[in-house]
């Protein structure tokens, strides 16, 4: 096998997972598709530079959201580089990074859905506004008719809470 096919199989592998980050990030399918094809070619040329083999996918997913992030800048989006929302979109991704999970990417998304299905009414909703509907934290509490620090620990619950359950669901609470 040479490096081209097995450059294919790594794309087969995660090119689902790539979209799905990619588009958490833009809001926009067909730009989430084209910057992941912008990833891979990026990650093609860089491949000599990469560590560790097992790293592969939060490499790629740097690459994609430093592509994504500049594609937002050019077009004067609001960029959603808010360290909490990169860090909650790698909570939930990092854990389906490791071996021996799901065989599919779609397998592993049905996993996040349930576990995200599973939490309290009270941290669904707070989640579902930050990070599916994009809403400041500020905006949240006004709303929600909470304090800042409430909507903050109501994230970070709903974070940790979906990666012990997607863990324990993917079998890799042992990892």
Known sequence: ??????????????????????????R???LAEDLAQQAFVRAYQKLSTLKKKESFAAWLRTIARNLAIN?????????P?????????????RPLDAPGTADTWAERVRTVE??????????RQTCTLH????????????????SIAAVL????RGRSAVRRCVEKQLGLEQI
Do not use: W
């Open 71 to 79: 594609e937002l800048k050019h077009r004067k989006h609001e960029v």
């Open 114 to 123: 349930l576990c995200f299905g599973k939490l309290s009414e009270v941290l």
């Open 153 to 156: 620990k109501r994230l970070e």
């Open 81 to 93: 580089t808010d360290p909490a929302v990169i860090e909650g979109m790698e909570d939930i991704f």
């Open 28 to 30: 926009d399918p067909s």
């Open 1 to 26: 096998m040479n490096d081209l096919d097995a450059y294919e199989i790594l794309i087969r592998e995660h090119e689902q997972m790539l979209q799905s980050y990619l588009l958490a990030m833009v």
């Open 131 to 146: 990070y599916m509907r994009d809403m400041k934290v500020k905006h949240i509490a006004d709303e929600l008719s909470i």
